[in-house]
T-cell receptor, first 111, second 118 residues
């Protein structure tokens, strides 16, 4: 059974810091992995989608990497800003249109 | 592109009543729609997967007679919580996948519906 874990569960950093969020999954047979942002009481905003054949994806200050064989993905946020404060979720797809979500990392960027 | 809406955004109802939540894909045809539930400070849990015109597939532990799902068209799926109880209070999020022009199998998420059962 696929399990997705995110570390740390919560993170508080001063503005301007570069930071790394971690996601690990137990079954490497995934179709793709997606990183989302969720603001309190809101739905999900897709940040980056990495297909299983890809190693990384970049969008602005965000960079996500995928190491399928070791069951890991990282989300790198450069020059963090208070507006980045949110919960970040990673989700893996086993290829059956399902997403299995991680436990989330609650990020707070202090001004 | 690839926008998914949900209605209502929040609903409060009395115990024992039924509540219907709509999920619409606004600018693409959603061949597959998903319903998730999220309890406070927890992650999303998939409840069911529905394909247009066919019966939904429910995840283990989800009562299909309590959570009725209808995917009658390529742009609309509804989730009806029947005989709601306070423990059904949660954040319900739908997502859709289909001919959006995005990456294959990518899911696009709605803004969620906050259900509170008194």
């Amino acid at each position: 059974k696929q399990e997705v874990t995110q570390i740390p569960a919560a993170l508080s950093v001063p503005e301007g810091e570069n930071l790394v969020l971690n996601c690990s999954f137990t079954d490497s047979a995934i179709y793709n992995l997606q990183w989302f942002r969720q603001d309190p009481g809101k739905g999900l905003t897709s940040l980056l989608l990495i297909q299983s054949s890809q190693r990384e994806q970049t969008s602005g200050r965000l960079n996500a990497s995928l190491d399928k064989s070791s069951g890991r993905s990282t989300l790198y946020i450069a020059a963090s800003q208070p507006g980045d404060s949110a919960t970040y979720l990673c989700a893996v797809s086993p290829g059956t249109y399902k997403y299995i979500f991680g436990t989330g990392t609650r990020l707070k960027v202090l001004a | 592109g690839a926008v998914v809406s949900q209605h209502p955004s929040r609903v409060i109802c009395k115990s024992g009543t039924s509540v219907k939540i709509e999920c619409r894909s606004l600018d693409f045809q959603a061949t597959t729609m998903f319903w998730y539930r999220q309890f406070p400070k927890q992650s999303l849990m998939l409840m069911a997967t529905s394909n247009e015109g066919s019966k939904a597939t429910y995840e283990q532990g989800v009562e299909k007679d309590k959570f009725l799902i209808n995917h009658a068209s390529l742009t609309l799926s509804t989730l009806t919580v029947t005989s709601a109880h306070p423990e059904d209070s949660s954040f319900y999020i739908c997502s859709a996948s289909g001919t959006s022009g995005g990456a294959e199998d990518e899911q696009f998420f709605g803004p969620g519906t906050r259900l509170t059962v008194l």
